[in-house]
């Protein structure tokens, strides 16, 4: 609904609810809009008082690209973490979580309580180790530390992931099918979706922006980013961990090792419940980001 120039560059944003809400900034994953936000969930969160800003990150959506950047090394990325030293990327997901705090000023936000899924609980977490005056509550979902020795995704989740997909300008057909494949193999065994649902999903998003190279260079910033663990350590505001316990492509001990490292942090896992958000799920999220911006309010 609208941009915000920010850390130097665009940044598309929704501004959802009472402005005199409780400001909650909700952070999506890797290579997804602000979509990945239904109006369905948004609307439950205004009605419990909630003023959500909702945004594309940098590199996806309607937000600014970087398409001149190209494709980066991933094993370059890999190395450099290892060796402890910056990758050199066109930017890392601590650009990411600047430009979340920007857009927090740009809004006349002095705090919110900070929400992101997969790599935007990475981000969300980094919100909150770099930025935290302007962090009241941090609610980590389905995310891990960055911890190298917790378990990666299962193979057939990677490769859903990661895999080249066809090019939907020259056969959409192919597109939607192996999109489809990958919400199927990556979501939630107990809520399983229906195919027209997830179509439709997917052609919404890829209708708005089309934009794979965007994924490549936000991935290229998961695997060099640090790990949080030390940091997370030293965190004091509240915060809530939710994670499914069937995550094929971040698994549940990513949540639990989340958790552990951030002191009084509460942990909620859910049976059933896979790397989604299905519809169903919905309520139970809301009360789970409640759990935290309670104890914050307290």
């Known amino acids: 609904m609208a941009e915000a120039q920010v850390n130097g560059i665009t940044i598309y944003y929704e501004d959802h609810g009472a402005k005199e809400g409780q400001a909650l900034l909700l952070i999506t994953g890797v290579g997804t809009q602000s979509t990945r936000y239904p109006q369905a969930f948004v609307d439950i969160l205004t009605a419990r008082g909630y003023r959500v800003v909702k945004m594309d990150n940098r590199d996806i959506g309607l937000s600014q690209k970087f398409t001149e950047a190209g494709i980066p090394d991933f094993q370059a990325a890999t190395r450099a973490k290892k060796e402890g030293r910056q990758a050199d990327l066109p930017y890392q997901l601590s650009d990411m979580a600047a430009d979340c705090a920007a857009l927090l000023d740009h809004l006349g936000i002095d705090n919110a309580h900070v929400c992101g899924f997969s790599m935007g609980g990475m981000i969300a977490q980094l919100v909150a180790i770099e930025h935290p005056e302007k962090v009241l509550s941090l609610i980590s979902i389905m995310s891990n530390t960055g911890n190298p020795e917790i378990p990666g995704g299962t193979k057939e989740a990677m490769a859903a992931l990661t895999a080249p997909r066809p090019d939907p ?87 639990r090792d989340t958790a552990a490292n951030i002191p009084g942090a509460e942990l909620i896992e859910i049976d059933g419940m896979g790397h989604n958000i299905p519809p169903e799920l919905y309520e139970r999220l809301a009360d789970g980001i409640e759990t935290a911006t309670r104890r914050a309010a307290a």
């Not at 199927?184 to 027209?196: C, K, L, N, T, Y």
């Not at 934009?211 to 991935?219: E, I, K, L, N």
């Not at 030293?234 to 971040?250: E, F, S």
């Open 169 to 255: 300008n020259e056969d959409r057909e192919a597109y939607m099918a192996a999109m489809v494949n990958t919400a199927r193999v990556i979501g939630s065994p107990a809520w399983p979706q229906d195919e027209a649902l997830i179509r439709k999903g997917i052609e919404i998003d890829l209708d708005r922006s089309f934009h794979p190279t965007g994924f490549a260079r936000q991935y290229a910033a998961i695997l060099a980013t640090y790990d949080r663990r030390p940091h997370l350590q030293k965190l004091t505001m509240p915060a809530t961990v939710i994670h499914g316990i069937q995550d094929p492509l971040v698994p549940i001990e990513g949540g």
